[in-house]
Nanobody, 122 residues
Framework: QVQLVESGGGLVQAGGSLRLSCAASGRTFRSDVMGWFRQAPGKEREFVAHIGGSGSITYYAASVKGRFTISRDNGKNTVYLQMNSLKPEDTAVYYC???????????????WGQGTQVTVSS
């Protein structure tokens, strides 16, 4: 059974940092594109970042570029999202996803985690 499980969310003050983790199980994901998406209350889910299988290719949404860093450890089947200089508008449920295509479009991702809440207070 393929599973993606996010962790590391929580409450943080504006300007603070959090690191999210997404642990994959059920098969190896070393060849998959891994992505992070988020959904704020009352809004549609949006792309945050993705990373290629080797970790050498990354891409970020404009709203997080320069503040967030996506990385992966294929030995641990885990992908990370380091979030710095957090803003109240970063408050959302963060989801990790796995797929075969470099894309920002969520329907192209095959596997999803259950999400982890990030709340940034002002």
């Amino acid at each position: 059974q393929v599973q993606l499980v996010e962790s590391g969310g929580g409450l943080v003050q504006a300007g603070g940092s959090l690191r999210l983790s997404c642990a994959a199980s059920g098969r190896t994901f070393r060849s998959d594109v891994m992505g992070w998406f988020r959904q704020a209350p009352g809004k549609e889910r949006e792309f945050v970042a993705h990373i290629g299988g080797s970790g050498s290719i990354t891409y970020y949404a404009a709203s997080v570029k320069g503040r967030f860093t996506i990385s992966r450890d294929n030995g641990k089947n885990t992908v990370y999202l380091q979030m710095n200089s957090l803003k109240p508008e970063d408050t959302a449920v963060y989801y990790c996803a796995a797929g075969a295509v470099y894309t920002t479009v969520e329907r192209w991702y095959d596997y999803w985690g259950q999400g982890t809440q990030v709340t940034v207070s002002s």
